[in-house]
């Protein structure tokens, strides 16, 4: 069963937006219905991303309204970008990872300017090879009438 907001354990990450990832509005106007488990991990997931309710947080504060900021939950976990591929939202290559945690350097591609000669033949040649490029076309040896 999902609860309602006043009903949700805030204590619980798999209860603590449960309430409000029910039912999300979508572009249709229409409520988007998901699984209860499914929720219940999203809803723990954004907990650990140090996501929390101003209703848990507002619990924090001293009779003077005031949080210190040592008393304030920690982000457990992070995205990192994905090593390879275009950087955008449909590369499910990106990760989350302990907030702890470096991302990996980038993958870098040399730069063939640096190559020699011979290695830019043989980049040419396995691109070729591999499809990515055509290779290049063979003009016709034709006899030419010179008077």
Not at 51 to 63: N, P
Not at 130 to 144: D, M, S
Request: glycine letters at 4%.
């Amino acid at each position: 069963m999902i609860p309602y907001q006043e009903e949700a354990n805030m204590d619980n990450p798999e209860e603590h937006h449960l309430w409000a990832l029910h039912n999300l509005p979508t572009i249709a106007g229409t409520g988007a219905l998901s699984h209860p488990a499914i929720l219940r991990r999203w809803s723990k997931h954004l907990v650990e991303a140090g996501c929390f309710h101003i209703s848990y947080i507002a619990r924090l504060a001293d009779e003077n309204g005031n949080i210190h900021i040592s008393k304030l939950p920690k982000q457990q976990i992070k995205k990192i970008p994905a090593i390879r591929g275009p950087r955008h939202a449909y590369n499910n290559a990106t990760t989350w990872v302990d907030v702890d945690r470096e991302a990996p350097a980038p993958m870098r591609l040399p730069d063939p300017a640096q190559f020699t000669i011979q290695e830019n033949h043989a980049l040419v040649n396995r691109l070729e090879e591999l499809g990515i490029i055509r290779p290049a076309a063979v003009p016709e040896h034709v006899a030419e009438e010179v008077n």
